[in-house]
């Protein structure tokens, strides 16, 4: 396992120290849990992004093929 430094406000150090102690956790494993959910919660906003941008993308081509289908089912033969 690879090993980073950081600097992060005193505050922030001691809140987190108090959480994992609570959690029966050392610190640096609730630090290494908090970064998985913030990369999971990221990496879920992203493909929510992604999915909208390409539902928008063919919308206009969906609504063309909708108008395409109700003139059929409400043709003159209907």
């Known amino acids: ?3 980073i430094a950081i600097k992060i406000p005193e505050e922030l150090l ?3 120290s108090r959480f ?3 959690l029966r ?3 640096a494993a ?3 849990m908090a970064i998985r959910l913030m990369n999971r919660k990221t990496d ?3 493909r ?3 999915l909208a941008e390409v539902s928008h993308r063919v919308r206009e ?3 063309r093929v909708n108008a395409e289908f109700a003139a059929i089912e409400h043709g003159p033969d209907a």
């Open 1 to 3: 396992m690879r090993s």
């Open 14 to 16: 001691e809140e987190s």
């Open 20 to 22: 994992a102690e609570h």
């Open 25 to 27: 956790l050392s610190r």
């Open 30 to 32: 609730y630090i290494r």
């Open 44 to 46: 879920a906003k992203l």
């Open 48 to 50: 929510a992004e992604r």
């Open 61 to 63: 081509e969906s609504m």
